[in-house]
Structures are given as C-alpha cells and as structure tokens.
C-alpha cells in the first residue's frame, strides 16, 4: 500500500489522480490533501476519499469531516510534514504556480517521494531540489506528460548514449495565429486549448509558450542534460508525448492519449506500468502526425527561457516570478496578452541578478520581490 499526499486535489491535475487510483483500493490511500476555494467540490473530493488531514485555504472555513482540517500555506507545510504510517508514500505536487516550492522542499525533507505536476517548483530552484533529493534519498517522479514520455524513453538506457532529447508542444490556443493577430486576443481565447483540458495558468502558459520554455527548464534539471541536448518540436495532434534520439540516430518516443491519468499513474506506479481498464486504447488508424520547426521569433517566451536556463543561478526564478504576475493580470483583465512577455522580458534581461547567492532565501525572496513590484504597477493589490 502506498500512502498518497496530495496538494492542490481540486485542480485538474487532482482531481484526474483521484479518479484514476480509485481503480486500484488495494495500492493507494489518499491520506491527506489540499483543497481549494470551492467548498462544495472540497467536500464531494473528501467523502470520496476520505483522507486523516485536509488543508482548506481560508481559515475559518469548513467541510464536514472526520478529517483533522488546516488551512493555507501552514497548512500545505502540514501535510508535507505528516506522516500517515510507515508505508511509502508520494506526495503529489499539483499546487500551481510559486506556491509549490516550500512544501515540495519540506516533504522531501520528511522522506517523502514527490511526483511533480508543478513545474514552478524545478524552474525556481531546481538545483537546490535535487541537491535535497540525493541529500534525503528520496524520488522524484515527473508527472508532466513531455517528461514521463522521456523518462520512459530513458528506461534502461545510458545517459552518455543520448544525443538529445525532444520535447514536443501542442502550440497552444494561438499556434495558428500571427503575432499581429495576437495584438487583441482575450482571455477566453487564450483559455480555449485545442488538446488539452487543463488549469487556467498554464493554459495562458501554454498559448505564451511560457509552458515550452518552462520544460525545457525542467527537463535540464530532471534528466540532467545540458541545454544544447534539449530540443522543441511542434506536434499539434499530443500523440508523440516527446522524443529522445540517441548516438547511433535511433529515436525512441512515447504515444498515447491525450489524457493526463496515463502520465499520472505512471508517476505513481513506475517501474510499473499497472493496467487501465476504463479507457479506451489509442486508435492509430487514420491519425497522421506531423512535425515542425517552433520558431522563437513567433515564441520569444521560449527563447527567453533558453536563455534564463543557460544564465543559471536565480535567473529561471526571475522568469518565473515575473511571468507568475504577468499571467494573473492578464487573467484579471489588467494587460493585454502580449504584455505578459514585455512585463517579463523588462525584467530578465538585467544583469542585477547574476552576483545573488543562489540559495532558498534568496530565491524565495527575489520571487515575492517581483511578483509584488509587478502586481502593484499594475494596480492588483
Ligand atoms: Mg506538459
């Protein structure tokens, strides 16, 4: 039996964990989770699930429930330090956004194993998580669907044999649009996914190609490759979930559904890949998969990454932060679409940071510092 944490379980990701474990009683327990605003989705996700210790995020709220409740950011701090019994546990990231990074660090801190959905957390400060992660002795599972199509690409093989490893991109809500045309897209627009059905943040991420970048950050941390082993290819279909070509040019990839339970189960059973019986198989015949060149001209969010990557030290966390309340003003109707990437780019192409000492402090610190300062130039809060 493995006990399941999960963070964020009323989201997309979440809420798609619990609908697929419930299929296998006898190897999962969720034994404590975090909630969002919605109170009655809060309670149907409990009595189905029926964990020891939720976190809501307002105090003073509450579900009916046996369950012990916390509440906001102490909170997910609790549940990242509990501990339900002896047996191995995951806790399931899915928080989003900057919120993720303190409680991933505490649960590893606590032997717990962490399966990842908030990519945040690697962008931030992604050399200091796998510092902890050999420190504690604990794994770290990619639940993005690009990373455990590598990771699986990967199994078995050397990493000296890897020429490099391709991530493949949707395109977003805009893959078909100009750059002029994006001059008045709305956010209904942008949060029209063609492929996927996911959160609003990183919906916008995804029609930014904030998203790409961020894997491209994520994957350099995750399989430890440099960025000049790190390729993007546009694949509007999502069957090939990425690609990892190899020294002799044999080329192994991941199909399948676009359904997030596959990577997610995965993430939670690996080296397993446990059967699932309530969806249907891939149907191959009649699809056809075409591949092209993502331009950085028509996506300079994804340059901008490459090059806050390669920049290292504290320079993917100002990236993150700034895109962070770039996207909440969007979200909010304060911006235009494309001035979510010249909020950012006025940001990470500064040399102040590169003499911060990379360490959690200060990267905490330089996040709240951003976010802020932008948030209140732009009248939100
Ligand atoms: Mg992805």
């Known amino acids: 039996m493995i006990d399941l944490y999960i963070l964020g379980a009323s989201g997309s990701i979440g809420r798609q964990t619990i609908d697929i474990i419930r299929n296998y009683p006898d190897k999962f327990r969720v034994v404590a989770m975090s909630l969002g605003h919605d109170l009655a989705l809060a309670q149907s996700l409990v009595d189905l699930v029926k964990p020891s210790l939720i976190c809501l995020r307002e105090p003073g ?4 429930t046996e369950a012990k409740t916390v509440y906001g950011a102490e909170g997910l701090l609790a549940i990242a330090k509990y501990k339900a019994s002896s047996n191995y546990s995951i806790l399931i990231n899915a928080l989003v956004g900057s919120s993720g990074l303190k409680p991933t660090i505490e649960a590893i801190k606590n032997g717990k194993n962490i399966a990842l959905a908030n990519k945040e957390t690697l962008v931030m400060a992604g050399d200091l998580i796998f510092d902890l992660v050999r420190k504690y002795q604990v794994n770290l599972t990619p639940i993005d669907s690009e990373h455990n199509a590598i990771w699986q690409c990967l199994k078995g093989e050397k ?4 020429k490099r490893l391709i991530i493949t991109a949707s ?3 805009f893959r078909d649009k100009t750059r002029d045309e994006l001059e008045n897209v709305t956010v209904a627009d942008a949060l029209n996914h063609p492929n996927w059905h996911m959160g609003a943040k990183i919906t916008i991420d995804s029609a930014t190609m904030m998203n790409k970048g961020f894997e491209v950050i994520e994957a350099h941390y995750l399989f430890d490759m440099p960025y000049t082993q790190i390729d993007t290819i546009l694949h509007k279909e999502s069957l090939v979930h990425s690609l990892v ?6 080329i192994k990839a991941v199909l399948g559904c676009a359904d997030m339970r596959i990577p997610i189960l995965y993430a939670l059973s690996y080296p397993n890949h446990l059967p699932i019986t309530d969806l249907p198989s891939l149907v191959l015949e009649g699809k056809t998969l075409s591949f092209a060149k993502l331009d950085q001209v028509r996506f300079p969010l994804l340059k901008a990454a490459y090059y806050c990557g390669q920049k290292g030290g504290l320079y993917p966390t100002v990236l993150n932060a700034s895109n962070e309340a770039a996207v909440r003003l969007f979200l909010t109707g304060k911006i235009k679409f494309l001035d979510i990437e010249k909020i950012i780019f006025s940001y990470i192409y500064k040399d102040e940071y590169k003499d911060i000492e990379y360490n959690i402090d200060n990267i905490i610190n330089l996040d709240q510092q951003i976010q802020q300062e932008i948030l209140k130039k732009y009248g939100d809060k």
């Open 245 to 250: 070509e190899y020294n002799d040019l044999s």
């Open 159 to 162: 990493k000296a044999e890897v």
């Open 171 to 173: 395109g977003g809500s």
């Open 61 to 64: 709220t509450s579900i009916k």
